[in-house]
């Protein structure tokens, strides 16, 4: 088995050197249990907070141990009367090539997908996510104004989608002009900015001239500022991310700005909730496939992978995503499915 474990926390962004490559052999498989080899890894920027030791919702990985990640897996040998040689399953199985589960928590890959690597994005966790958040916390109405960042990724780029299907106004927010290209002219959305613009404030408030609604947020730092005047009175905001926060040692530097927010918050009354898409809706996750399956079926709701080949490349891939590298939702090819 071939696995890669955290041997370092790191100090901000994360280095090469956080990990390592290593070999092991895998035990003898016991009654009730499946050996597993993995074919696709999940890349996604919660690892971040996993490789950190500070207080969060989820435990931290352990020095030396395997880095913690979903992935999908072909079933190689079984001792467990619930799956069979071939079965193709998704689990937290972590950054390695093989595993071996009891079985448990693992969910079968939907049978007659393009691509099982689907089941890591536009109908896995992210895809979740985005539905989750959008409809629960962001209650979108037709003819409202959403805001996302992060827009051509994983979870960006389905909360828009769906958003544009229930008939709202999408303004996306990404960094570089490929990809506010595809989120406007692949995924439909009404607009997107690039924050990297040197007027990205001006830019992104001359494109939501009702101002917004629903601001679905992923990234933080930067972009919350520019949309927190744009919020008009009864805004919803679905806290789902801050990965541009995520690298960060300290809180930056200068004035406390946080009485005009919670103003901002009272006087326009805005709803801003946070989630944790498996905590909070993990007994949803029939009513999610049920809605996104047909939609992908369909050509309703798009999706892009961003397919990095072996296993020794996911920590160089890693630190890309934090760093906005990648292009889609972020995979390892670990082995030929
Ligand atoms: P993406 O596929 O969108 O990839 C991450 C993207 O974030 C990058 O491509 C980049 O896009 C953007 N980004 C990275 N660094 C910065 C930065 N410093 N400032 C602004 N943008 C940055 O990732 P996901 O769709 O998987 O995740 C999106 C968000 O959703 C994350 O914050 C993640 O933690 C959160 N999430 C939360 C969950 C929950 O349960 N609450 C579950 C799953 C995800 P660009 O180049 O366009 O800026």
């Given at each position: 088995n071939q696995r890669i474990v955290l041997v370092s926390r790191p100090q901000g962004a994360p280095v090469?050197?956080?990990?390592?490559?290593?070999?092991?052999?895998?035990?003898?498989?016991?009654?009730?249990?499946?050996?597993?080899?993995?074919?696709?890894l999940s890349l996604d920027p919660y690892m971040r907070?996993?490789?950190?030791?500070?207080?969060?919702?989820?435990?931290?990985?352990?020095?030396?141990?395997?880095?913690?990640?979903?992935?999908?897996?072909?079933?190689?040998?079984?001792?467990?009367?619930?799956?069979?040689?071939?079965?193709?399953v998704v689990g937290a199985t972590g950054w390695q090539s093989h595993s071996i589960s009891d079985g448990r928590n693992l969910i079968p890959v939907p049978s007659g997908l393009p691509s099982p690597s689907m089941a890591l994005g536009v109908l896995g966790m992210p895809g979740m996510t985005a539905y989750m958040g959008l409809m629960d916390i962001g209650q979108p109405k037709?003819?409202?104004?959403?805001?996302?960042?992060?827009?051509?990724?994983?979870?960006?780029?389905v909360v828009g989608q769906v958003a544009k299907l229930k008939g709202l106004r999408v303004v996306g927010v990404a960094g570089g002009a490929d990809k506010c290209r595809y989120v406007v002219e692949e995924l439909g959305f009404d607009a997107c900015i690039d924050h990297k613009s040197p007027d990205f404030s001006d830019e992104l408030a001359q494109a939501?001239?009702?101002?917004?609604?629903?601001?679905?947020?992923?990234?933080?730092?930067?972009?919350?500022?520019?949309?927190?005047?744009?919020?008009?009175?009864k805004a919803r905001i679905p806290l789902c991310g801050l990965i541009a926060q995520y690298n960060a040692q300290d809180v930056p530097a200068g004035p406390d700005r946080l009485p005009l927010l919670q103003r901002a918050l009272l006087t326009k009354r805005v709803r801003i909730q946070g989630f944790i898409v498996f905590d909070d809706y993990g007994d949803r996750q029939p009513e999610f496939i049920s809605a996104m399956a047909p939609w992908v079926r369909d050509g309703k709701i798009k999706f892009k992978e961003d397919v990095v080949e072996g296993l020794e490349q996911a920590p160089e891939a890693f630190i890309g995503l934090l760093e906005g590298r990648n292009f889609g939702k972020l995979v390892v090819r670990v082995a030929e499915a």
């Open positions: 090469p050197e956080n990990f390592r490559l290593e070999r092991e052999a895998l035990p003898d498989l016991a009654d009730g249990q499946v050996l597993l080899k993995t074919l696709y907070g996993r490789m950190s030791d500070a207080p969060s919702y989820a435990a931290p990985v352990e020095l030396n141990e395997v880095m913690t990640g979903g992935a999908v897996s072909r079933v190689e040998r079984s001792l467990n009367p619930k799956f069979q040689e071939g079965d193709l037709a003819g409202e104004t959403l805001v996302v960042a992060a827009a051509s990724g994983a979870v960006g780029s939501c001239p009702k101002g917004v609604d629903i601001y679905f947020e992923n990234v933080g730092g930067k972009v919350f500022d520019a949309v927190l005047p744009l919020l008009n009175a």
